[in-house]
């Protein structure tokens, strides 16, 4: 039976002196690293008895050289060559275990995730002020801007979306009626699960279940595209030829999700209202009509107009953001997929955020 890495301990005047037996290879090392580490001070390393060492092996011995200042003793010539060799390597990257509490990592780790968070959010902005300098830099040339292209993303972003988005927003406004009528009829007012639908569907739900599924769809679309333009030289090409990138690629991108997000907002809540509307009908016996009439007396226009002030602000950040994202792509495939997911997140996120300020906003003057 091949012998597992081991090794012996005894006391000497200046520490522990370690006596290593068996194989010191990858396959035998079992939990030798961790008795290692939980070792004091060593003073010798004697490699006498080792059946075979290898790279792994030899990175051990000269890890714990390193640390606690011990001496190799008994050391075979192919020992001793690989020990050699990693004396030799002045790579700078060193693996060694964190010991520091874990309080400070954590804390560590968010600081430098804020900070991340906070260049990303300083590169959208100033990727949006270059995209606003391109569009007048089109519009005082008298260039006309790319229609071509911007109903071309209509299809993608709004045509080929109604039906997941038609679908979810149904689910959702019969979730929400079937969970505000379960509430209400403790206190016998399930006739109000009416305003509960109506009201947050024109205001809320549609337009934010809508900017969430359009960010998954579209931002993730925007950032991969131009992010594999990116790695395929095209976008260096249409520069060569005078051709810029921003003009021909980002703003009918977020021309079209800037369009097309109110219609499709207002389309989402339609169909929220819809599914209250089915659960009105089936569990609490409102007839369709009385459905209707109750709608019209209990939402007021200024949630229709709040809904249509947020949602182009909703297409302009998730256009910028998905194109941002794939704007940053620079080295392999493997960071087309890393942006993409970074577009996603970074738009849901900032939809939510601006969703919050937009409420109070409204609240503030009065569209409550």
Request: glycine share 10%; charged share 15%.
């Amino acid at each position: 039976m091949v012998a597992r890495a081991d090794f012996e301990q005894s006391e000497g005047a200046n520490g522990t002196d370690i006596r290593f037996t068996g194989r010191l290879t990858l396959a035998r090392l079992g939990d030798l690293p961790a008795r290692l580490d939980a070792l004091g001070p060593i003073a010798t390393l004697d490699l006498s008895a080792l059946e075979r060492i290898d790279t792994v092996g030899a990175w051990i011995v000269t890890r714990t050289v390193n640390d606690h200042g011990a001496k190799i003793v008994g050391a075979s010539p192919e020992a001793q060559r690989l020990l050699d060799a990693l004396a030799s390597d002045k790579s700078e990257y060193r693996v060694h275990r964190d010991r520091r509490p874990p309080l400070v990592r954590m804390l560590e780790q968010v600081g430098v995730a804020s900070m991340a968070v906070w260049h990303e959010l300083l590169g959208i902005i100033g990727f949006f002020g270059a995209m606003i300098m391109a569009l007048g830099t089109q519009l005082r040339a008298r260039r006309r801007l790319r229609w071509h292209a911007i109903i071309t993303r209509f299809q993608s972003v709004g045509v080929d979306a109604l039906p997941i988005i038609g679908l979810m927003t149904f689910l959702i406004g019969i979730v929400v009626a079937q969970q505000g009528a379960v509430q209400l009829r403790q206190f016998g007012l399930e006739v109000f699960t009416v305003n509960l639908v109506g009201r947050a569907s024109i205001r809320e739900l549609g337009l934010l279940m809508t900017a969430i599924m359009v960010a998954g769809r579209s931002g993730s679309a925007f950032a991969a595209q131009i992010g594999t333009m990116k790695l395929t030289e095209e976008i260096d090409a249409m520069r060569t030829i005078g051709v810029s990138p921003m003009e021909a690629i980002v703003l009918p991108r977020v021309a079209a999700a800037t369009i097309l997000m109110p219609l499709l907002g207002f389309y989402a809540s339609i169909c929220a209202i819809i599914g209250g509307g089915v659960f009105c009908w089936i569990g609490l016996d409102i007839p369709p009509v009385t459905y209707v009439q109750l709608l019209r007396d209990i939402i007021p226009m200024t949630d229709f107009w709040a809904m249509l002030i947020k949602a182009p602000v909703f297409g302009i950040l998730i256009g910028v953001t998905g194109c941002y994202e794939g704007m940053q792509v620079r080295q392999n495939a493997e960071e087309v997929g890393q942006r993409t997911t970074s577009a996603v997140v970074a738009a849901i996120f900032l939809v939510i955020v601006l969703d919050a300020m937009f409420a109070v906003f409204f609240s503030s003057i009065g569209w409550n």
